[in-house]
């Protein structure tokens, strides 16, 4: 069965460092996303992606993160400069035209220290 | 903002009957999602309802009511692997079908 994967599974980075998160989604899925979660709390919606450009961004998206989707398979979230508040799971997430189903990684589980 | 409100915890016995109840906001509202997630892990599908009723899964059924903006997720014959969060999820639709998160009910079941 087709999943959405993630690298890495886990990512311990020092404060102010540059990371960036790979998915690789379902291929034939056209919306990508991103959500987050701080431990202890809920998931919250970052950002979505269609047509090769932001359709929506939260207000956590701030411009700390960027996303790419730089070779038609992978997508990926840049956080520039990161910060301690940053240590979350970040999750990717797809979906196919025409359904409402998204399918979720496993997620990367990011340590800012 | 699109609120989505459910428990925070429930307890319950293996072998019984428990209801997760949810609330959100009607306005622009597309379609309910349940989802499961075990500790340090990935949210899994459960549901999805977009009409009013509901709708059954093996021992998982969901229900909707739009106009009344509500949901539950029934989970029946508790095992000890249902232990878990569950997550309710509510699509707003527009252009980017983004779901919006409840806090999620931590379901303990107890032998």
């Given at each position: 069965?087709?999943?959405?994967?993630?690298?890495p599974?886990h990512q311990v980075?020092?404060?102010?460092?540059?990371?960036?998160?790979?998915?690789?989604?379902?291929?034939?899925?056209?919306?990508?996303?991103?959500?987050?979660?701080?431990?202890?709390?809920?998931?919250?919606?970052?950002?979505?992606?269609?047509?090769?450009?932001?359709?929506?961004?939260?207000?956590?998206?701030?411009?700390?993160?960027?996303?790419?989707?730089?070779?038609?398979?992978?997508?990926?979230?840049?956080?520039?400069?990161?910060?301690?508040?940053?240590?979350?799971?970040?999750?990717?997430?797809?979906?196919?035209?025409?359904?409402?189903?998204?399918?979720?990684?496993?997620?990367?589980?990011l340590?800012?220290? | 903002?699109?609120?989505?409100?459910?428990?925070?915890?429930?307890?319950?016995?293996?072998?019984?009957?428990?209801?997760?109840?949810?609330?959100?906001?009607?306005?622009?509202?597309?379609?309910?999602?349940?989802?499961?997630?075990?500790?340090?892990?990935?949210?899994?599908?459960?549901?999805?309802?977009?009409?009013?009723?509901?709708?059954?899964?093996?021992?998982?059924?969901?229900?909707?009511?739009?106009?009344?903006?509500?949901?539950?997720?029934?989970?029946?014959?508790?095992?000890?692997?249902?232990?878990?969060?569950?997550?309710?999820?509510?699509?707003?639709?527009?252009?980017?079908?983004?779901?919006?998160?409840?806090?999620?009910?931590?379901?303990?079941?107890?032998?």
């Open positions: 069965e087709p999943e959405v994967t993630q690298t599974s980075t020092q404060m102010g460092q540059e990371v960036i998160l790979r998915c690789v989604p379902i291929s034939n899925h056209l919306y990508f996303y991103w959500y987050r979660q701080i431990l202890g709390q809920k998931v919250e919606f970052l950002v979505s992606f269609y047509n090769n450009e932001i359709s929506e961004k939260s207000e956590i998206f701030d411009d700390q993160f960027s996303v790419e989707r730089p070779d038609g398979s992978n997508f990926t979230l840049k956080i520039r400069s990161t910060k301690l508040e940053d240590s979350a799971m970040y999750f990717c997430a797809s979906m196919r035209p025409g359904n409402t189903e998204a399918f979720f990684g496993q997620g990367t589980r340590t800012v220290v | 903002g699109q609120n989505i409100d459910q428990p925070t915890e429930m307890t319950a016995t293996e072998g019984a009957i428990v209801q997760i109840n949810c609330t959100y906001q009607t306005s622009g509202f597309n379609g309910l999602f349940w989802y499961q997630q075990h500790a340090g892990e990935a949210p899994t599908f459960l549901s999805y309802n977009v009409l009013d009723g509901l709708e059954e899964k093996g021992r998982f059924s969901s229900f909707l009511s739009r106009s009344k903006g509500y949901s539950y997720l029934l989970l029946k014959e508790l095992q000890m692997k249902d232990s878990a969060s569950y997550l309710c999820a509510a699509n707003y639709g527009g252009a980017t079908n983004k779901l919006i998160f409840g806090t999620g009910t931590l379901l303990a079941v107890q032998p």
